[in-house]
């Protein structure tokens, strides 16, 4: 059975969590990994572009000059993608770029990924997530005593208080702050370092598997 280590905000180790193997230990399939990531991040894309082919230009009605005894190349029209101001040659127009992927495939990725964090030893557990004063400072003294001011780090929490959602509105590029029931692979490959919060990994292991496979106990860590 895999273990990880809890820490608390500042820093100190507070015990081990029992982690499922089957999330946390599984094969890791890089190229699943790569095929999420692309879908996910094709998504997000609005896919708007657009420019004007030669027969949606304005203008070009009437022949620029006379296709002899000029000494000059011949020409047809101004909207020529050969002029300037011309329709745009194979140019992107509107499209959707939305990727469709089985949940079983989504759910895959996640165990590898999480199983990648686990095994490159860029996961770690946080005992509580609390904090006294919705301010980022505190927030910062927390990461610094963790040892991840120079990492990019994704924290995953049970819930979302207010404090912490204040507190982390300055620090997105650095902490990025998910709920457990939201995150997914392509959340975990985007940052370096993982941390999840003790009272949420129930949760993740849940979505990573069905519920079924995930025994909980009345402490919130899972069994084997």
Known sequence: MA???VYRKDGKKTGELALNDQVFQAPINKRLLELVLKAYAGNQRRGTHDTKERAEV????????R?????????????????????TTFGP??????????????????????SL?????????L???????PKTRELVEMIEALGLKDSRTLFVVESMNEKLKRASNNLKNLFSVKLARDVNA???QRRKKLLIEKEALPIVEKRALSAEEVPVTAQGTTTS
Request: glycine share 12%.
């Open 117 to 125: 964090k686990k095994r490159d030893d860029n996961l770690m557990f």
């Open 3 to 5: 273990t990880a280590t």
């Open 127 to 133: 005992e509580d997530a609390n904090l006294k004063e």
């Open 186 to 188: 392509y959340h975990i």
């Open 58 to 65: 304005r203008g070009g009605g009437k022949k620029p000059w």
């Open 93 to 114: 127009h509107p499209r959707d770029y939305d990727t469709k992927l089985p949940d079983g495939m989504k759910r895959a990725a996640l165990v590898s990924a999480l």
């Open 67 to 87: 296709q002899k005894g000029t000494g000059r190349a011949r020409h047809s029209s101004r909207r020529s993608p050969l002029w300037r101001g011309g329709g």
